[in-house]
């Protein structure tokens, strides 16, 4: 079956799914393989379940009229995202980057959602499959559509490109995080900036923080709008972060300032994007100041938890050497004398892991805390002078019979160790 044939028994049943526990009747089901499963298993359940049809590439799971053999599902279902995404002459903005990414594409879809009908990634559904997911939900009525990229080697970003087919993107930074992956911060570049690559080729569009100069060479030969702390089309400063971070816009928009829930002067580029982006496709300003003010963070990225007296910081969707040092930066200076750091530790470093891990160390070695716990990884491996546990469950085991209160609480670590179930 060509992706043509396939196309048109998408738009008969425009529901794509790849895990039955999901399935609705009249969905299409894609048996999609991974190391430990085999989709094509469970083509004869999402059938009796109500699948319009099973996307199959194993032979021997062939059921009469309701499988569809191909070559190979992924690609299939990455091919059927691209015939998709063709059909739309519409922007299409890519956002990537080593920090950030999750939290500039929620600021960006709200303040466009306030005027045009916007399609995004759903949470952080930005690999080789929540892509092509997200390009097959977008509908006809759509103006915009803002897709975020994750990646975590060379060619992966480039990869996406083929399907998504970006007419604008942006690179939030490029910092220390897959380097077992990308091998060094070169070569988190060089992924990153496969984006660009894409959008210098195809006569794109790219939204660059002109502050980091590295994303100023990434970027020549490219039309740029610029945003930033002293140049750019739109420039903005921190008026204050304690806990709340509030944002002055110094030029580009008639925007005094803007008071937003995010916690951490490192959200700063953030909301920069976002203001930025909306100007650029002719948002009010009043519905940009609004759209950010309103915005709150979910799923443990720079949210404030106010609870028994505690103010804690959960900021644990993910870490690297740079959101970690943000982070902690950022917490010694808010006010508070009782602070408590939990951190977790930080993953796919490969060789350089330890090394970045002591440099966290020194780092709360140079100030006074109420407590430190450090738990997993590299951190329960080296010596140092603070509490260690090997799990987060070990941690709130820990945290719960503290009862501290009036106190100041910051937690982070990457996914991995489940930062978030110490205050659960």
């Not at 299939?76 to 999750?102: C, V, W």
């Not at 903005?236 to 928009?253: C, F, H, M, R, W």
């Not at 160390?361 to 716990?373: Q, R």
Request: aromatic content about 8%; overall charge negative; glycine content about 8%.
């Amino acid at each position: 079956m060509t992706t043509g044939q396939l196309y048109d028994l998408y738009l008969k049943h425009p529901s794509v799914k790849t895990d039955t526990r999901s399935l609705l009747p009249g969905d299409l089901f894609f048996a999609l393989k991974g190391p430990t499963f085999n989709g094509n298993a469970f083509a004869e359940k999402a059938i009796s379940d109500g699948a319009a049809y099973a996307v199959i590439d194993e032979p021997g799971y062939i059921l009469p009229e309701k499988t569809i053999l191909v070559d190979n599902v992924l690609i299939a279902l990455q091919e059927l995202a691209r015939y998709h995404r063709m059909q739309f002459d519409i922007p299409i903005l890519a956002i990537t980057g080593s920090n950030g990414k999750t939290t500039t594409k929620e600021l960006i879809n709200a303040v466009l959602s306030s005027q045009f009908k916007t399609y995004t990634t759903e949470g952080n559904l930005n690999n080789h499959i929540g892509i092509p997911l997200t390009l097959l939900k977008i509908k006809k009525d759509a103006e915009i559509v803002v897709i975020e990229m994750g990646a975590n080697h060379l060619k992966e970003i480039e990869g996406y490109c083929r399907y998504v087919l970006p007419t604008h993107g942006l690179i939030t930074n490029a910092g220390k995080a897959h380097l077992e992956g990308f091998g060094s911060v070169e070569g988190v570049k060089k992924g990153k900036g496969e984006l660009y690559d894409y959008l210098r080729n195809h006569q794109g569009t790219a939204f660059v923080m002109w502050d980091y100069d590295y994303l100023r060479e990434m970027s020549q030969g490219i039309a740029v709008i610029k945003y930033g702390t002293t140049e750019g089309d739109i420039t903005g400063t921190v008026i204050q972060s304690d806990p709340y971070l509030e944002v002055a816009i110094n030029k580009g928009a008639d925007i005094k300032s803007i008071h937003t829930q995010l916690v951490g002067s490192y959200n700063l580029p953030n909301v920069l994007a976002a203001v930025t982006t909306g100007t650029f496709f002719n948002v009010a300003d009043k519905s940009i100041k609004d759209s950010i003010e309103a915005y709150t963070p979910s799923n443990s990225r720079s949210e404030l938890i106010e609870k028994d007296s505690n103010k804690i910081i959960l900021d644990a969707y993910n870490a690297n050497p740079g959101s970690m040092k943000a982070a902690i930066e950022n917490f010694i200076q808010l006010k508070g004398n009782e602070k408590i750091l939990l951190l977790g530790a930080m993953a796919e470093l490969g060789v350089d892991s330890v090394k970045e891990h002591r440099a966290i160390i020194e780092l709360i070695d140079k100030h006074s805390w109420k407590e430190v716990i450090l738990v997993g990884g590299d951190f329960f491996k080296m010596a140092h002078a603070y509490t260690a546990f090997s799990n987060a469950t070990e941690a709130s085991k820990w945290y719960r019979q503290q009862h501290f209160t009036n106190s100041q609480v910051l937690i982070k670590g990457s996914r991995s160790m489940q930062m978030e179930k110490i205050i659960m």
